[in-house]
């Protein structure tokens, strides 16, 4: 790759490193250069330009983000499309982050052109909480770097979330003649508490006392009834594999694998097994809702992730949990973990058609209605699909009879777009944090196009008006994040979105798109048989 100040009469096909001003406004960091481009740089005084060039050894950050991104992750993850050398996997469900920690340090050892990112080994994530993201750092990867990279990963994925299990835990709780009524209570809500935000349930619940024959009784009792895992809170702490709750575990068939573990709060927990079903001996700091060391091993069981001696062990490097007077552990202002965005479509499908003399929304495209063919594009790559309808709002509706979508009727329609984006935007959830404006009479516009354009937004980059562009030209669609969707319902007349453009021009980022369908819209008869051609 070739880096650096480059005359304009090198630099056509070189992707921008810095923002260039022309006579017409500016081209911002990361763009490729075309002809034209160069043409108007020159005309507008500039001479050179600093740029990257890539070479045939090169390979483009992108596709390299993109060629490890697809790989890296395994069940339980989606990957998100790639966009200015960054690819994002985010959590498929609730679960458990397993992570390849030798095999990651592996490839970012590989070279500083290729990075990848985790979250902590076993961290619990949400649903579309981000778990990994592939970073390029320049604007491309040695072509044998990433072989290795790919090699590295092979086909074993080093991320994959394991989902929460809908387990029937089982809780027996200990009691000695001191012990109060309130200690019982407040163990028996801790591990409710803990087995319900693991997807779990406490199916079960026997109180006896704190001795070896009714503890392995209550723990029998538990195995017969399917519960998996059996969990035993004591009244009194273990301390030796001859007390009371490992010696019940051994009467009762069960085996004791570990006693103790590295983790401060934590270190009396008790590990065992009665078959395939976990049994753990509860440590009493459990009784408080703060992470401890017991924490850590039962969202691995809720995970059917399986636990050895020699996993609680190694748990030592980083298991000082409590805080000391020298550490303080504010649990406010916590940073919230990333998750991929909320994300709705809207598409307009109110207009009059005016210069096509007929409905163009109902016309034939492939066998399909263009707006059955428009809306089913976008359905693939969305959390949620408006249409709004205006003239022939039946037609509509009939067109796209059978497809999951939320039709909205603008009685308004005749006074113009504004009013459609209004009567969208306003039947969105509350948890919607992008809409994607599409238009109906766009039929070649497919999925990849929505999810490059989701891949771009970055509110916290200023990126939060996401727009495609083709060999410099702005088309459709156009996502925006919710901070501007007030200012969007606020428009008034004939007007699209498009005007807004000049006063948010920091918000917006320029998505380049590989072929011409981001400009293609079906407004007069020849256009549509030019789209039919298509």
């Not at 070739?2 to 096909?13: C, D, M, V, W, Y």
């Not at 070189?14 to 923002?19: E, Q, V």
């Not at 028996?188 to 199916?203: K, P, Q, V, W």
Request: proline share 6%.
């Amino acid at each position: 790759m070739i880096f650096g100040e480059l005359p304009l009469a090198e630099a056509e096909g070189a992707i921008l490193a810095h923002s260039v001003k022309h006579e017409a406004g500016m081209f911002k960091k990361g763009r490729t250069l075309t002809a034209d481009d160069i043409g108007l740089l020159k005309s507008s005084g500039v001479v050179g330009v600093f740029a990257a060039k890539l070479g045939a050894d090169d390979v483009p950050e992108d596709e390299a983000a993109a060629a490890v991104a697809r790989i890296v992750g395994a069940g339980g993850t989606r990957v998100q499309a790639p966009f200015t050398g960054r690819a994002n996997l985010h959590a498929a469900v609730h679960g458990l982050a397993i992570v390849d920690v030798a095999r990651v340090r592996a490839l970012n050892r590989l070279h500083e052109s290729l990075t990848l990112a985790t979250v902590q080994p076993f961290a619990i994530v949400e649903e579309r909480e981000m778990v990994a993201t592939v970073k390029v750092i320049p604007f491309a990867v040695p072509r044998a770097v990433l072989a290795n990279a790919l090699a590295i990963i092979g086909d074993e994925p080093l991320l994959r979330v394991a989902a929460f299990r809908d387990k029937r835990a089982g809780l027996v709780v200990t009691r000695l003649p001191q012990t109060k009524p309130s200690i019982i209570a407040k163990s028996e809500e801790a591990m409710r508490e803990r087995i319900s935000a693991l997807g779990g349930t406490l199916a079960a619940v026997r109180v006896v006392e704190h001795d070896i024959a009714q503890v392995t009784a209550a723990i029998a009792e538990m195995s017969s009834l399917a519960c998996d895992p059996i969990l035993v809170f004591g009244a009194s702490a273990i301390t030796d594999r001859g007390d009371v709750i490992p010696m019940a575990v051994t009467k009762a068939g069960g085996e004791v694998l570990h006693l103790g573990m590295p983790v401060d709060p934590g270190n009396l927990m008790m590990f065992g097994a009665l078959g395939d079903v976990p049994v753990i001996g509860v440590p009493s700091c459990a009784r408080s809702p703060k992470v401890n060391g017991f924490d850590w091993v039962l969202a691995r069981v809720m995970a059917d992730v399986k636990v050895t001696p020699a996993d609680i062990m190694d748990m030592g490097a980083g298991g000082l949990l409590a805080e000391i007077p020298t550490r303080p552990s504010s649990r406010e202002g916590k940073p919230k973990p990333q998750r991929a965005p909320h994300v709705a479509a809207i598409v307009l499908a109110a207009g009059q058609s005016s210069r096509m003399g007929t409905n163009k929304l109902l016309a034939d495209v492939k066998g399909q209605p263009m707006i059955r063919r428009s809306v089913a594009a976008m359905r693939q790559a969305v959390d949620r699909t408006v249409v709004v309808t205006g003239r022939d709002a039946a037609g509509i509706a009939t067109a796209l009879d059978g497809l999951p979508v939320v039709l909205v009727h603008n009685a308004r329609f005749a006074e113009g777009l504004s009013t459609s984006l209004r009567a969208g935007i306003e039947v969105l959830p509350p948890d919607t944090d992008v809409a994607v404006i599409a238009l109906g009479d766009m039929p070649l516009v497919g999925p990849e196009v929505v999810r490059r354009l989701i891949a771009a937004y970055s509110p916290a980059e200023h990126r939060s008006v996401c727009v495609p562009v083709f060999r410099g030209e702005r088309g459709n669609p156009v996502l925006w994040g919710r901070q501007h969707f007030e200012t969007l319902k606020g428009m008034t007349g004939d007007r699209g979105a498009r005007v807004l453009f000049e006063v948010l021009s920091d918000e917006i980022v320029e998505v380049a798109m590989p072929d011409e369908a981001v400009l293609l819209d079906a407004d007069t008869p020849e256009a549509l048989e030019a789209i039919r051609a298509k």
